[in-house]
């Protein structure tokens, strides 16, 4: 206990694992939401239950919403990484959970942590030791396996498949760039004032799509209106994605470094491996299972790296 309290990196690194386990929870779910009700209806609905938890804790926790000091360039910063995390990269995301499922999805997020490693480095001058370095390495090159010589496909679903692939490689490449902006600003504005301008971004976005351009706010509500389950599923997967994945993966950057933040997050794939076996009955191949070990070596890595 006293190791945990006197070391942030340690902190920062279990705060990512636990957003990975959120993470994990939340692909499961809307991978059958969005079987039922549509990708886009089950993210555009999250949000709008997400908002008011979101105010709450934030209110909460602070006693204000928004730091009257926060910077302009803060606000602005966060709003767009709002808009291309919650709009632009769960759209992408959550249709790849449909076509994919939810764990070949998550395995192609992992092109994230590289990239936001590498940015890190020149931007926030995070520099990372060789033991980092390589652990980071070894955790991708883990779930890599899994994708490239995991499971083969039939040729039935070849197309269907490739293009959940290009909607996953796209949804990491916008959370990059999602998680950069918000790793740039949050250190100023605080985990929980991050989490709320990036809720609000996203939602604004939703708002202004869905709702004065496409007028579709009703029809997305409609199935989860006339199904009770289902509007209690998506309010599960609403409370571990946007409110708490996303609070502890922002309080994380603060303490640790955004290359290993981001590479704990994403060992979704290989919590979701047990899943898939016990649970769902999918055959899992000996490459993912090498995947998985390489993968957790990686990770015990990162933490022995402190």
């Known amino acids: 206990m006293v190791l945990l ?4 990196l340690l902190q920062g690194q279990l705060l990512a694992f636990f957003t990975a386990l959120c993470y ?16 886009t209806a089950a993210a555009h609905l ?5 908002l008011p938890i979101v105010l709450l804790i934030t209110f909460a926790a602070q006693g204000f919403l928004i730091p009257a000091n926060l910077s302009t360039q803060a606000i602005v910063l966060l709003l767009v990484s709002g808009f291309l995390g919650y709009f632009l990269t769960d759209l992408l995301l959550f249709r790849s959970f449909v ?3 939810s764990r070949e999805s998550m395995v192609l997020l992992t092109i994230s942590p590289i990239l936001v490693a590498i940015f890190g480095y ?3 001058d995070e520099v990372l030791n060789l033991v980092q370095i390589l652990g980071i390495l070894i955790t991708v090159g883990g779930i890599v396996i899994m994708v490239l010589f995991g499971e083969k496909t039939a040729k039935t679903e070849s197309t269907q498949k490739r293009l959940g692939y290009i909607l996953a490689t796209s949804a990491a490449l916008t959370q990059t760039l999602a998680n950069l902006l918000a790793r740039s600003a949050v250190i100023e504005a605080g985990a929980i004032t991050t989490n709320l301008l990036r809720n609000l971004g996203g939602l604004a976005a939703f708002i202004i799509y869905f709702g004065v351009i496409k007028r ?6 409609k199935p989860f209106l006339e199904n009770r389950k289902l509007l209690v599923l998506l309010f599960v997967a609403t409370l571990f994605g946007p409110v708490l994945a996303t609070t502890s993966q922002m309080k994380a950057y603060t303490l640790a470094p955004v290359g290993i933040v981001s590479t704990i997050t994403q060992v979704s794939p290989i919590i979701l491996l047990p899943v898939d076996y016990y649970i769902l009955k999918r055959h899992v191949s000996k490459a993912s299972f090498l995947g998985t070990v390489l993968s957790v070596s990686g990770i015990g890595l990162l933490f022995l790296a402190i």
């Open 99 to 101: 076509l994919l499922g």
């Open 46 to 50: 999250r949000m709008w239950l997400a």
């Open 24 to 39: 994990a929870q939340n692909s499961l779910a809307h991978q059958h939401i969005g079987k039922v009700t549509g990708s």
């Open 122 to 124: 020149f931007l926030f």
């Open 5 to 8: 309290m006197n070391n942030p």
């Open 216 to 221: 579709q706010i009703k029809a997305h509500a």
